[in-house]
């Protein structure tokens, strides 16, 4: 990689100078500077430009020693695209594989479906805990920044048997379904018990009329956000009467 990036730092080099050339070739020719920079510039990236008329009477021996220059450097900026993407393929893959088999390591632990407030909590309490879980979300950008956090992350799609399977659905302990589609959360359910008969699904619903169809695909824990809140608000709300009501007792 040391030396990929040396031979990096000389192509650039040698394309910036071979820039210089040609423009200064082609300035001598033409002299109009504009004219010369994007003739020059537009040759190094092999693109074909209209005649310039700045050039159409120009002596052919500095035009000519600028198209030599600029077929060489044409090569160079070739080379030196092909490097960075090559760069850019090789990380991703490689980061992708060090993530995959992190998880497939994984024995007893929770899957985490989809990024969300919810996740965070539950991620955050299972890492203070030292709990092995793994958080499986669609989206590159969300996976990256479960990454950044310490966590591992699988990008894919949670209803596809490749997606669970890269998780470790076939050692894992639990599987916890946080997105709010209860339809694919159900879907996500029967693939999950059709992987692991014993894992234990946990899944977010919106309404309770959902819970028996819930209950059908083999979700043993149902959680609707908002009448958790409620009850958490409910409780703190009788505690504080009930605390108000004691002092003015006493």
Known sequence: MT???AVQKLLIVAVVVIFVISAVA???ASKNLEVAML???FN???SDLPASEALVDAPLLPVFLAQSVDIAGNIMVTILLTTFLYQLLGRIDIHKRVMLSRARKLSGHSIIVQKNSITMELADKLKSNRLPFVVIEKGIRETASLEKKGYIAISGEPTEEATLMDAGIEKAHAIFLLGEDDIKNALIAMTAHKLNRRIKVAARIKRLSDIPKMQRVGVSH???PEISVGNEIGTFVLKASRQAAESRKT
């Open 39 to 41: 003739m020059s510039l």
């Open 26 to 28: 082609l300035y001598a």
């Open 222 to 224: 149902l959680v609707l």
């Open 44 to 46: 190094l990236l092999g």
């Open 3 to 5: 030396t990929l990036r």
